[in-house]
């Protein structure tokens, strides 16, 4: 599986911003996904992830403006962000899983796939 963000750009305070993975390979549809983001200085943190059930994981600094959703059949996740803050500045980071890795929203294991970073700047 190979993966490709995009979408990140510049953006002020209570916009939004819809950033894309896009992956290949065919077994996109039982992976588990997400994306996780690191701020300059910060760990890097989970924002929100999808398994193939379409079960999802948003962390509580995201929930109410940000929504992970896929299309299976282009092979794509989707992360849209409403209501940005500037605090949500950082680099994007797309993964993958295989489903049988849990749970889907950990990315400490060996079997996940990176994305390039896609960067969010937050600014007025």
């Known amino acids: 599986v190979q993966l490709q963000a995009s979408g990140g750009g510049l953006v002020q305070p209570g916009g939004s911003l819809r950033l894309s993975c896009a992956a290949s390979?065919?077994?996109?549809?039982?992976?588990?996904m997400g994306w996780y983001r690191q701020a300059p200085g910060k760990q890097r943190e989970l924002v929100a992830a999808?398994?193939?059930?379409?079960?999802?994981n948003y962390a509580d600094s995201v929930k109410g403006r940000f929504t992970i959703s896929r299309d299976n059949t282009k092979n794509t996740m989707y992360l849209q962000m409403d209501s940005l803050k500037l605090e949500d500045t950082a680099v994007y980071y797309c993964?993958?899983?295989?489903?049988?890795?849990?749970?889907?929203?950990?990315?400490?294991?060996?079997?996940?796939?990176w994305g390039q970073g896609t960067l969010v700047t937050v600014s007025s």
């Open positions: 993964y993958s899983k295989p489903y049988w890795d849990s749970p889907y929203w950990d990315v400490g294991s060996r079997s996940v796939v």
């Open positions: 999808i398994n193939s059930g379409g079960s999802t």
């Open positions: 390979g065919s077994s996109f549809s039982v992976a588990a």
